[in-house]
């Protein structure tokens, strides 16, 4: 059986909208658009039961081809990409697995911990001011380095509130976020490897999801902070 697969209609018809983004256009293709979403979706799905395979995933979360106008001096009606994200199961496995599928080469896969809670980020910093050994050993292996490049994240533009701004991990610790991302061509997007690509690419984040759920599940001595 060949891997589902991301179609040439699908980036043609987002990049129709993208040009011509508006309700009356989206009304009159509103039947195309259902059936691209579908298969779409179905995509995802199939994602989403081979991420299982390795991993254990909560739930999906497609977002809305809606956007939300109100605050926004971009009034376009409708995102011109698909997106959808998997969430871990239970409060043990932290981190998430992201993909946009958006025409002009802005695809991109993403994961890790984007604008944390206050609480995690603390912990996190404290840990690697303490000691971040483990953590860049994890980010700089060969194999993880291939696949997903330097870590990304916003920064504070001077060292957290606390700690030291001469800290020797202060790159670190300055950090907003500790995400990794990359990013897809149209011509990968709807390559037959694209399926097996983005999974295989999944799958390599593990040990820094499995560092990152130790260390947001134990305080600085260890141990659990899930209970028994």
Known sequence: MSAPAITKEVIQFLDRLKKNNNREWFAAHKKEFKSIESDVKQFYGQLMDELNTHDEIEKLKMFRIYRDVRFSKDKSPYQHHFAGSFSRSGARLR?????????????????????????????????LELDAAEFKSVINE???????????????KTAPKGF?????????????????????????????????????????????????????????????????
Request: glycine letters at 8%; one cysteine or more.
């Open 95 to 127: 981190g998430g697995y992201y993909l946009r599928i958006r025409p002009g080469g802005e695809s991109f896969m993403a994961c890790g911990f984007w604008q944390p809670e206050k609480e995690d980020l603390y912990r996190i910093r404290k840990e």
């Open 164 to 228: 030291d701004r001469e800290h020797e991990n202060i790159d670190l610790l300055r950090k907003k976020g500790y995400i990794f991302t990359h990013e897809f061509s149209d011509k990968e997007v709807v390559s037959p490897s694209f399926f097996t690509e983005v999974s295989e690419r999944f799958q390599v984040i593990r040990p820094f999801f499995d560092l990152m759920s130790d260390i947001l599940t134990t305080n600085l001595n260890g141990e659990s902070l899930l209970g028994k």
């Open 142 to 156: 060969k194999k993880f380095k291939n696949a997903w490049g330097e870590l990304q994240g916003e920064e504070l």
